[in-house]
Structure formats: structure tokens, C-alpha cells
């Protein structure tokens, strides 16, 4: 499971050897505020409107839908300073990626042929790992049912994503992967696949 670069209009050189990475479910913002209290190096990624949390500089920003997400793309909240990921030659993105396996990610069966599984969080690993990062953070990216960080509680839109059985092959097969060790989560069924994402485990790395 790789993707691979197809074309890039930005130079993708990372400024730090961790990325941390911010998924959109109801354990990002205990798992940012956790973060940055260990105080240590890193560059930022983003997934949807988990961009808006962090508190200074988001290095990169991940959608696996790109052509669902032109707008969005063209109005991020970093502007240029933020690098724009997804597959595909798509307006107002800079990085455009190809899946060079695709065993789990796309599936007739679910009549969604084109979506990628895993997440968006897989695409954004992948795609940091590609880009040449030591140590891959992710937060808020559980993987589960609980409903994204922004829904209000007791809320009828508290439920969801729905992942499927698809998605969670995805990873499981991703945490077989020779470069897997240089992932973790701090939260959620990602955190049990991949291992938790601690402050030791970083500066190991460094």
C-alpha cells in the first residue's frame, strides 16, 4: 500500500522529522491540547476543519476528495503558507498524488468505486511518509463513531463517520508496512492498530 507523487507545485521538504496530524473526530482537541505540551519539534498536517484548531502554522492540508473539496481548498484559513494535498489534478490543490496499490482502497462492492480507505488520516500518512517524515502523529483521527470534535453534544449528528470494514482493512494492512513503526495515534482504534503516540516515543527520534 504507497502512493506516489504525480506532480507537485510547492516544494514538499519537510522543516521538522514529526509531523503531527489533525484528524476531524471528537478526540482532537484533547489529543492538540496533550500534544503541545510535550513542546517538541514538528510540522503541522490538517484534515478538513481541524486546520482552524491549531495555533500557528499548518504546514499541509489533506483531502482524499479533492474535487469535493474545491472550495474549501481555495479559502483555507492559512492561504498559500499551507500546502494542499489530494489525487488527482485538481483546481486550487498543489500536491497530487496516485495510488500505486489499491487492495483495500477502492471496492465496487460498497458502489463507491472511488473512494480511498482508510480515511483521509491514510492519505495524509502516507502521504508524509512519501515526503520523508521520521515520526507521524495523529490526533483526533479515532477512527470511530463518536462524531467530529465540532458537533454539539447530545447533538443528532453526534453519530457518524461510518466506517467500513474496508476502512478498517486499510490500516490493519498499513501497520503490516515496513515504515509503519514511524506511525502512531493518540487516540482511538487507530491508537490500538498503530500503537500510542507518547512524547518518549518522539524524542527517541531525535
Known amino acids: 500500500m504507497r502512493i506516489s507523487l504525480h506532480n507537485a507545485d510547492k516544494p514538499l521538504n519537510p522543516d521538522s522529522d514529526t509531523i503531527l496530524i489533525m484528524g476531524d473526530g471528537s478526540s482532537l482537541i484533547s ?3 496533550r500534544f503541545l505540551t510535550w513542546d517538541l519539534p514538528h510540522d503541522v498536517g490538517a484534515l478538513g476543519r481541524g486546520i482552524k484548531e491549531y495555533p500557528g502554522k499548518v504546514h499541509h492540508w489533506f483531502n482524499a476528495d479533492g474535487d469535493s473539496a474545491i472550495q474549501w481548498a481555495e479559502n483555507l484559513p492559512n492561504g498559500d503558507e499551507t500546502i494542499k494535498h489530494t489525487f488527482g489534478n485538481v483546481r486550487g490543490f498543489d500536491a497530487d498524488w496516485d495510488v500505486e496499490q489499491d487492495n483495500y482502497h477502492h471496492s465496487v462492492i460498497t458502489g463507491d468505486a472511488n473512494r480511498f480507505h482508510g480515511s483521509s488520516a491514510l492519505f495524509a500518512t502516507l502521504a508524509s511518509l512519501s515526503m520523508g517524515y521520521g515520526r507521524i502523529v495523529l490526533a483526533g483521527c479515532p477512527l470511530d463513531t463518536e462524531g ?4 454539539p453534544k447530545k447533538s443528532k449528528d453526534t453519530l457518524g463517520p461510518i466506517w467500513l470494514g ?3 482493512m486499510a490500516w490493519l494492512e498499513f501497520s503490516q508496512m515496513q515504515d509503519a513503526y514511524k506511525v502512531r495515534s493518540m487516540s482511538g482504534y487507530t491508537k490500538i492498530i498503530l500503537g500510542d503516540a507518547n512524547k518518549a516515543w518522539i524524542e527517541d527520534a531525535l
Open 31 to 33: 489529543d492538540l491540547q
Open 148 to 151: 467530529h470534535y465540532y458537533f
Open 166 to 168: 474496508y476502512d478498517f
